[in-house]
């Protein structure tokens, strides 16, 4: 037997989040919340460092949204959703068959929701990767990226007086920096403006991979994948010392490979 | 839908197409009938009046009745080639022509009564002849009438039928308009995340802190109660709006706890100020909503409230992500809130009022001027 389940709560509202943890307290008592985050980035910094085997997120929250941070997570960490309303989300979750429980919480739909994550973790040693595809599927559509039916063929990026053109085929990677999106090409690094989340909806969905929330790679300058200790996923690429990591929602891309 | 009696619905159905026929045939004949014994009655009451042989026995012998079989062969004819329209022709036709109200209804409309009112004549005259025995074609002729006055008078009554058929139409659009605005502003009011936060705010306290939970209850039923009653009001003072305000800020801190704090400041002058209703509600809320619920430590909101050169001036600062936060998923409505009181301002003011956002240091100033009213 494992040692216990530990779970994460992610809620600006400080009372909403107390109270989600007396609920989970007296239907799921060997459950052990490891962390309290108050905002997206703690959520984010917290889900990293110590892995929670489950993350309860509210979507909107200051600093990163809930759908943000899912999209973020490197590790095993399962999701269930907690939110108010969010008409989209929620048609969309259900489509989806993900977990989420609305607010105010009901005792009775937070105890079915539990019994099925319980059933998920207990079965999910390795094998099924299919949740975590329509996790995938369900956050790239509600973040924004759609087709728009025109591809990308080349980036311009300025750099003081000069401009720069560069062929999506020579890129390696895009990354999200706080405010800017880096090109990585095997030679040299370019800044540009527009987000990922737009990227990604521009971009051939057969050469370029979402892997995480804040990188696409490009699967031509693929070189293979590492999994650590903790049995995270990382890319590696073929003209670049460097790794990147691959959140949970995207491991099942490399699985098929 | 507006709720008419079916009279006034058979009525209606009796002059125009429909597409489908939702008053029963007898009643229609019924009304068909009345509408012709009634006209043909006041039109041999009038003519009987105008040639001064009212009560006569010509009169009651010829006048009345031949008046009365006309009308009621118009009514029937209108009756008649409108079923045989509207069984002939295909069901899309019938509801562009219902539903329409440009030039092109008008003069089917009129060509169609101008050709039931001549077809009704034809069969009355027929109907005559035989009925009262007399040739009533060579009566008919005899009298001084002209195919082109009739001509000209079926186009000014189909013209003044036309207008005021429009005229009633555009009304009623307006009517819908209103409420509609009512509906949206309602909508926003009642921003279903709001509501269900704060209620699942109440729950979790219930149990833990009973005072606080009954006092957030009570600061959200003040809101609500404010909002409607706002919403069905014409205007209302600022000290209302202020406490509303009140309500909906104090609401927001049992919510977000340390993260926000708020000062609302106003002179008695301006707390006696008459202003259209939630105009100042808006921006508080795309304050928090924007600029404050967003940032990870949350912040201040200010409110001030003053009167100085027969303006009234309302200031709402916040220290919030500010006017070049990039725009998030799930929140909306930014611009329509805005839109929506400048539109009102210009309508009620014109240029003597004013609504600005500026960028503050750091967040948002929301700045708006109305004239000073009092009453």
Known sequence: MPSAVTALIADDEPHLAQYLK?????????????????NGNEAAAQIAALRPDLAFLDIQMPGLSGLE????????????????YDEYALEAFEHAALDYVLKPVKTERLAKALARVRLSLAGAAEGDAEPDARLARTLQQLLGAQATGQTLRYIRASQGELMHQIAVDEVVYFHADEKYTCVQTATAEYLIRTPITELVAQLDPQSFWQVHRSTIINL???????????????????????????????????KSM | MNATSPFKQAWSEHWRLQAESR???????????????????????????LGEQLGAAHWWSYTLPANVITMLCVSYTFQLVRRGLQAALPRA????????????????????SMFCVALGFAIALWVMSWALQIDAWRIFTLQNFSIPQFIVTSIVISVLVHLSSRWRWQRQQQRLKASEAQLRLLQAQIEPHFLFNTLANVQSLIDVDAPLAKRM???????????????????????????????????????MADRLAFRIEASEAARGARLPPLLLQPLIENAIHHGLEPKLEGGHIVIEASVAQGQLRLTVRDDGLGLDAPRRSGRRGHGMALANIRARLQ????????????AAEPGTQALLEVPYETN
């Open chain 2, 347 to 358: 309508s009620r003011y014109g240029e003597r009022a004013s609504l600005q956002l500026q």
């Open chain 1, 22 to 38: 007396e609920q989970l307290a007296q239907l799921w008592p060997e459950l052990a919340i490891v962390a309290m985050a108050r």
């Open chain 2, 23 to 49: 008053t029963p045939l007898w009643f229609l004949l019924l009304i068909s009938t009345g509408a012709g014994l009634v006209l043909g009655a006041a039109i041999g009451v009038l003519a009987g009046w």
């Open chain 2, 217 to 255: 209850l009570e600061a959200f039923t003040d809101y609500l109660r404010a909002s409607l009653q706002q919403l069905r009001s014409d205007s209302c003072s600022l000290a209302q709006e202020l406490d509303m305000a009140q309500s909906y800020l104090s609401l927001m801190q049992a919510r």
């Open chain 2, 93 to 112: 036709t019938l509801q562009r022509l219902g539903g329409a109200r440009d030039w092109r209804a008008a003069l089917f409309y009129m060509f169609y």
């Open chain 1, 69 to 84: 941070v899912a999209q973020g997570i490197e590790g095993e960490t399962r999701v269930v959703f907690v939110t108010a």
């Open chain 1, 220 to 254: 031509a300058h693929l070189a293979g994948t590492r999994r650590d200790e903790l049995s995270r996923l990382y890319v590696r690429f073929r003209a670049l010392a460097r790794e990147l990591p691959v959140s949970r929602a995207y491991v099942h891309l490399f």
